[in-house]
């Protein structure tokens, strides 16, 4: 079956930092979309990505963040100069059609 | 007010039983509505998608949805100790390229 591949599985990093978090998305999938999730906290949407441009972005995604698909498989997010408050998984997700959306296993991220 | 509630439970149900799990919504522009499941530190995995109110019935599982009263709940048939998890609703607005608003999950465990 088909899934959303997310590297690295798990990151440390230093503040102020920058990462890059790589997804490949379902393959013929058109949306592609970054979530995140702090310990204990909801699924939080980020950023939402379709025909190479940004569709929708939350709140939280700021100039801090930036999103790319470099080629036709991967999509990536940048995290600029990372505080200790972006430590929380990080899900990929893609969808064919934007009804139905598949989620990676998440890249797991800690800022210290 | 939130604009998606979930009880957090935790639910513990011993196995064989039905299992109940609701949200409610403030947002009557919602049009979507999805069930996840997570395991710890795991990607949401997609259960059920439906976009109208009545019931839609997969395997075990029964997805409705009431847009009157803005609640939705999902059925677990014959539970079984691996249904254990935490279970997230999630709804979107309509338009292309949706972003879901997730509840904060329900934890169940299913007692062997």
């Known amino acids: 079956e088909p899934e959303v591949t997310q590297t690295p599985s798990h990151q440390v990093t230093q503040m102020g930092q920058e990462v890059i978090l790589r997804c490949v998305p379902i393959s013929n999938h058109l949306y592609f979309y970054w979530y995140r999730q702090i310990l204990g906290q909801k699924v939080e949407f980020l950023v939402s990505f379709y025909n190479n441009e940004i569709s929708e972005k939350s709140e939280i995604f700021d100039d801090q963040f930036s999103v790319e698909r470099p080629d036709g498989s991967n999509f990536t997010l940048k995290i600029r100069s990372t505080k200790l408050e972006d430590s929380a998984m990080y899900f990929c997700?893609?969808?064919?059609?934007?009804?139905?959306?598949?989620f990676g296993e998440g890249s797991w991220l800690t800022v210290v | 007010q939130k604009e998606v509630e979930q009880d957090p439970g935790p639910l513990s149900v011993p196995e064989g039983a039905i299992v109940s799990l609701n949200c409610t919504y403030s947002?009557?522009?919602?049009?979507?509505f999805m069930w996840y499941r997570q395991y710890s530190r795991k990607g949401p995995e997609l259960l059920m998608y439906?976009?109208?109110?009545g019931n839609k019935e997969d395997g075990r599982f029964t997805a409705q949805v009431d847009k009157s009263s803005k609640y939705i709940s999902l059925f677990i048939r014959d539970s079984q100790p691996s249904d254990s998890a935490t279970y997230l609703c999630a709804m979107s607005l309509s338009g292309s390229a949706r972003q879901l608003t997730f509840g904060s999950g329900t934890q169940l465990t299913v007692l062997p």
């Open positions: 997700a893609s969808s064919a059609n934007g009804n139905t959306i598949y």
């Open positions: 947002n009557s522009a919602f049009q979507y």
């Open positions: 439906t976009y109208s109110s």
